[in-house]
């Protein structure tokens, strides 16, 4: 089942649903149990310490607490002064079970570390507005020096639920358990390392009210296998899927042989690299055509009859916007990378088009800093999809897929991914998909998490050794193993 990813203004939207119809308090007493069951099952011993802020975060602190005493945990609450109405009856229900108390402050805090062996932080959720005020800033320095074992609730205190960034301070977490969707913190850059494992409490809310405000979804395994395509025992390669390659320019002819590679390795029956340059014949599956001049050569080959799919701008070079114009014109499935990615082009997507920038070149794309992409991911690409069309695939850990009125993030992949050659072979296998049927935007999601899967494949054989012809030899068996998560019993 696809989770949802939700801003911090939706999950607030819900709340005021769930408190007009007088739900808040059960989603609440589940949010905190969620929360208790995670410290038991992650750290089951030990003297637990639960910091309870004055919203309703604190509120699942209280919750928690209660829950942990009935698992026969010793439990320490430090407070601040109980704000929301919820966190006040949890607090009042807290102490009519027996529970103490203290009240929140550097102080406390300084002599209760020493004696917890897990800490709950329940200070700051999605109401958090920045900038930290100096003493829950002060207080957030000294859970992070204790290097206790930590469960955030929802989120780390300190960061910014709709952001990819990491201010100091913010709480560093092993477990985060959020609920109803993730954040944008929870998922991408920095502040995804500070939540550690995050834990999807989905909470007993009417569907609708979490659907309606959803901002992205997170497709698991299966789903995207049921986008891959079937073959027929009558398939043959003309039916498989004939791809064109264009890319390659004297210096940076690896880049479109990878790509070609990636597309076999993906599936597709036929696959032709075009250059003006030597490409080198990687693998003697691979065609490979030397040209003279752009200008001629793809009216000609229009001529001579269009491919199933086209990835072109790898390693393409100077004419790769004129190029890409031209391709575009051909009005069939594309994969526009690399130098094809430039801001010319804005406007010439149409629907069987998918780009796939990197943060850099969608920087360059959209006219703003690195900076602003990769702070809020989902943002950018949903931009990108505007200026562009078609669909986009931001690139990154993890990648977004922004098609029109929808926006997808993908999971998984390896650290070593981050070596030359990863989205040429992307993009080769995106047109493979591209030319076995799929949409734009279903080969953007299954491609990206077909390629995380062969990383993680590779990287559990080269490490951060691996390079991107690794990963193009594991596609076959990370399809498979995203066939088999349809049915895991005959995998
Ligand atoms: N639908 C759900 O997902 C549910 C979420 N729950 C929990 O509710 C919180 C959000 O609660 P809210 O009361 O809106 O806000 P917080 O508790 O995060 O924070 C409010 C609290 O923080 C203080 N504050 C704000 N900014 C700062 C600052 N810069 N410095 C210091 N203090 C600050 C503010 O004064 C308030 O006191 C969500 O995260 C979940 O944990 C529900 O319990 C279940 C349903």
């Given amino acids: ?86 966190t006040r009856l949890n607090r009042g229900r807290w102490r009519a079970v027996g529970g103490e108390v203290r009240p929140l402050n550097p102080a406390a805090l300084r002599r209760a570390l020493p004696l917890a062996g897990v800490l709950v932080d329940g200070l700051l959720g999605t109401g958090f507005v920045p900038p930290l005020r100096p003493e829950m800033a002060e207080m957030i320095e000294m859970v992070n020096q204790a290097g206790l074992s930590t469960v955030s609730i929802d989120l780390p205190s300190g960061l910014d639920a709709s952001c990819a960034e990491a201010p100091e301070p913010s709480v560093r977490g092993d477990v985060t358990v959020t609920f109803m969707g993730f954040k944008t913190a929870l998922l991408f850059g920095e502040a995804a390392t500070r939540a550690g494992q995050v834990i999807l409490a989905p909470l007993r809310v009417p569907p609708d009210w979490v659907q309606e405000e959803i901002l992205a979804t997170r497709p698991d395994d299966s789903e995207v296998a049921a ?3 079937v073959r027929t025992a009558g398939a ?87 190029v890409a114009r031209e391709v575009l014109s051909w009005d069939i499935p594309t994969v526009l990378d690399a130098d094809a990615l430039h801001p010319e082009l804005a406007g010439h997507g149409h629907p069987q088009c998918l780009w796939t920038p990197h943060p850099g070149e969608a920087a360059r794309l959209l006219g703003v800093q690195t900076a602003e992409i990769t702070r809020d991911p989902l943002a950018a690409a949903r931009r990108l999809q505007e200026l562009l069309g078609g669909t986009v695939v931001l690139k990154g850990g993890p990648s977004v897929i922004a098609s029109e009125g929808n926006l997808s993030v993908s999971r998984g992949g390896h650290p070593g991914m981050a070596s030359a050659g990863m989205g040429d072979t992307l993009s080769g296998l995106l047109a493979a998909l591209l030319g076995q049927g799929l949409s734009a935007e279903g080969a953007g999601v299954a491609g990206v998490r077909l390629h995380a899967r062969a990383g993680e494949r590779a990287g559990r054989a080269h490490g951060y050794g691996l390079i991107a012809s690794d990963v193009s030899e594991e596609l076959g068996a990370a399809w498979l193993d995203l066939i088999g998560s349809l049915n895991p019993s005959q995998s």
């Fill in 227 to 229: 986008l891959l395509p």
């Fill in 1 to 86: 089942m696809s989770k949802p990813i939700l801003s911090p203004e939706g999950a607030r939207r819900v709340d005021a649903r769930l408190e007009r119809a007088g739900l808040l308090d059960l989603a609440m007493e589940e949010a905190g149990r969620a929360v208790a069951d995670a410290v038991q099952a992650s750290f089951p011993a030990g003297e637990v310490l639960l910091l309870a802020g004055g919203g309703a975060n604190g509120g699942d602190a209280f919750v928690a607490a209660r829950h942990l005493l009935t698992l026969g945990r010793v439990v320490r609450v430090l407070a601040l002064p109980s704000k929301h109405a919820l």
């Fill in 236 to 322: 043959h390669k003309g039916t498989a899927g004939r791809v064109w390659i264009l890319g390659g320019h004297p210096g940076t002819v690896g880049a479109a042989a990878l790509a070609g590679l990636g597309a076999l390795r993906a599936g597709a029956g036929l696959v032709t690299v075009h250059s003006l340059a030597g490409v080198p014949l990687i693998t003697p599956e691979l065609m490979v055509r030397r040209h003279t001049n752009w200008d001629r050569v793809l009216p000609e080959l229009r001529a001579a009859g269009l491919p199933d799919a086209v990835a072109l701008g790898m390693g393409l070079g100077p004419q790769a916007v004129e």
